[in-house]
T-cell receptor, first 118, second 116 residues
């Protein structure tokens, strides 16, 4: 069974604060992808990152960084120096890749609503 | 700009009506998906399709059906709408397995359906 847990339903920060969004996953597949998506108030989900289960290197893209730890089954997302435009719902997702898995479908967490106040 | 287009942004229907939600993608993607989004429940998969005329049930297919007659179009059908189907419906597409960038979903803007 595949499961993604985002325990934080809502987070509020003030601009310029750093914020970390947690994501914990469960899968029996040895190969899988992990994702983060952003859903701004306009509603359209926007792809942020995909990480292969064999690649535990952390990734940084501007103010965004991702910390993937297989030992704790976590794929956390940090926004440094947050801005009002970062306000959105953020979803973590998993897709299994082992033989016999339903390839291509994503399993989503319930999302974390991030509000950044000016 | 590549896109997934959902025909209706907002719909209001009455209980018992048949409802069609249309989704078109222009990226030549093999896979297409319909998700439902409700507050506190995240995204739940209704149906998906790997190819023309193929469909697979997701986690919550009851009360829904789909149609994929052409590669670029994936329709969600509510045969007899009920109030508990009031929700945001999101269509997405992705490349098939083996293609570069497979598994990355591109989403439409969503269709907010209200059933009275």
């Amino acid at each position: 069974a595949q499961k993604v847990t985002q325990a934080q339903t809502e987070i509020s920060v003030v601009e310029k604060e750093d914020v970390t969004l947690d994501c914990v996953y469960e899968t029996r597949d040895t190969t899988y992808y992990l994702f983060w998506y952003k859903q701004p108030p306009s509603g359209e989900l926007v792809f942020l990152i995909r990480r292969n289960s064999f690649d535990e290197q952390n990734e940084i893209s501007g103010r965004y960084s991702w910390n993937f730890q297989k030992s704790t089954s976590s794929f956390n997302f940090t926004i440094t120096a947050s801005q009002v435009v970062d306000s959105a719902v953020y979803f973590c997702a998993l897709t299994p890749r082992d033989r016999g898995s339903t390839l291509g479908r994503l399993y989503f967490g319930r999302g974390t609503q991030l509000t950044v106040w000016p | 700009d590549v896109k997934v287009t959902q025909s209706s942004r907002y719909l209001v229907k009455r209980t018992g009506e048949k409802v069609f939600l249309e989704c078109v993608q222009d990226m030549d993607h093999e896979n297409m998906f319909w998700y439902r989004q409700d507050p506190g429940l995240g995204l739940r998969l209704i149906y998906f399709s790997y190819d023309v005329k193929m469909k697979e049930k997701g986690d919550i297919p009851e009360g829904y059906s789909v149609s994929r007659e052409k590669k670029e179009r994936f329709s969600l059908i509510l045969e007899s709408a009920s109030t508990n189907q009031t929700s945001m419906y999101l269509c997405a597409s992705s490349k098939g397995q083996g293609r570069s960038g497979a598994n990355v979903l591109t989403f439409g803007a969503g269709s907010r359906l209200t059933v009275l």
